[in-house]
């Protein structure tokens, strides 16, 4: 694996960075065997590293059993052309790694064409960079025309292939419209997150229904939605893909009719893997990727999960119960303060604090049917 440091950027930057993409890659099957990183104003354009340091990568390489090579950022199709000619291995970059993950992990008809666009869209304008040879064809009758290369011809049919497809999800989105609205006026909640922090096993437990989980990143990629209801108020519970730093934007742009349920929610829940190290980071991403979706301005939770493998994490095993509460009380007040939003402590696998989130989400829930309903002071099954 292989990434670029800003200068001036502390080290702890790449090491949190090279391990995501760590996880990225044994999500999608490999097997991380060495890492490569080098500090530089900014990345070189025709090989994206340095040509030293591509020798140092490749040395390495003739004596020891790399197949692949696998960046941090996203390559041009010339850059990859260039460093494979130099290491004589397959290279591939982030937003590749994570298409074939989405790839591996569409089941349903509409996942399988969402994924199928962006990774065409990703391919178009690195066509030329990955054709080794542009020989001209000949033309003549029959032909598609004097002067015209193979590398056009594949231009065309992508981009063929890529308006058909979204013919395709123009009529998914019909259809999930129209699904919509046969929900009725029932309110939405949405959980929102950072991929892998627990929605779907905190989808299980609110909703205690079977949902799919997996301590892989990505694990689902459609929307689940499931009715739960909560002292006889009914209201509508999905859950969402999980986001990511440096997410391809041809998935978000492939992605959008699914993301509509996190646009068109009334409340959402932003869910947080507090014991993760950059759990704040985290929170920062999925904060701009709701304000590119326009979705930040909805009321919402913080519900900072997982609190049973933070606590061990965090507080010493002798620690008295009344300094680890004084602790716990200044985390609340702290991101009180800071986000300006309800901010809830839990874990989702223990089942703690999980009867304080429904009656927080239980009372919004309500507060949005009187804003919907101004004649009715509560909504009831």
Not at 51 to 68: A, F, N, Q, R, T
Not at 179 to 201: A, D, P
Not at 284 to 313: G, I, R, S
Not at 322 to 345: I, P, T, Y
């Amino acid at each position: 694996m292989a990434g670029w440091l800003p200068q001036g950027k502390p080290e702890s930057l790449i090491t949190e960075y090279l391990d995501e993409l760590s996880f990225l890659a044994e999500t999608a099957g490999a097997t991380e065997i060495k890492r490569f990183y080098q500090k530089l104003p900014h990345p070189d354009s025709r090989t994206f590293l340095g040509s030293g340091k591509l020798l140092e990568i490749k040395e390495y390489i003739s004596k020891h059993p790399v197949e692949m090579v696998i960046f941090d950022d996203e390559l041009s199709g010339s850059q990859i052309s260039n460093i494979e000619e130099v290491l004589k291995r397959k290279v591939i970059d982030r937003s590749d790694l994570i298409l074939d993950i989405f790839a591996s992990r569409a089941k349903t008809a509409q996942a399988k064409v969402q994924v199928e666009l962006a990774q065409y869209q990703y391919i178009l304008p690195r066509l030329k960079g990955m054709w080794k040879h542009l020989e001209r064809q000949g033309g003549g009758i029959g032909s598609r025309g004097p002067g015209e290369t193979e590398i056009e011809t594949d231009r065309r049919i992508v981009k063929d292939k890529i308006a058909l497809l979204r013919k395709r999800l123009s009529e998914f989105d019909k259809q999930a419209q129209t699904q919509r609205k046969e929900r009725g006026e029932m309110i939405r909640v949405s959980l929102v997150g950072y991929t892998n922090v627990g929605k779907s096993t905190l989808m299980q437990v609110l909703s205690k229904s079977d949902v799919f989980v997996e301590n892989k990143l990505f694990a689902t990629l459609d929307t689940t939605t499931r009715k739960v209801v909560l002292d006889r108020t009914p209201f509508l519970l999905s859950d969402t893909v999980g986001f990511i730093r440096k997410l391809p934007h041809h998935l978000v742009e492939s992605f959008k009719s699914t993301l509509d349920e996190v646009r068109e929610a009334d409340i959402l829940i932003h869910v947080i893997d507090i014991s993760h190290p950059q759990y704040e980071d985290h929170i920062a991403v999925v904060k701009q990727t709701l304000h590119e979706l326009k979705a930040d301005d909805k009321p919402t939770f913080y519900v900072f999960n997982k609190m049973d493998l933070y606590e061990k994490q965090t507080f010493d095993e002798w620690l008295e119960e009344d300094v680890k509460e004084d602790l716990m009380n200044q985390l609340r007040k702290r991101w009180q303060h800071e986000s300006q939003q309800k901010a809830l402590f839990i874990s989702a696998t223990e089942k703690q604090n999980i009867e304080q989130l429904r009656n927080e989400i239980l009372n919004e829930v309500r507060i949005q049917y009187g804003i919907r309903y101004p004649y009715k002071t509560v909504f009831y099954e």
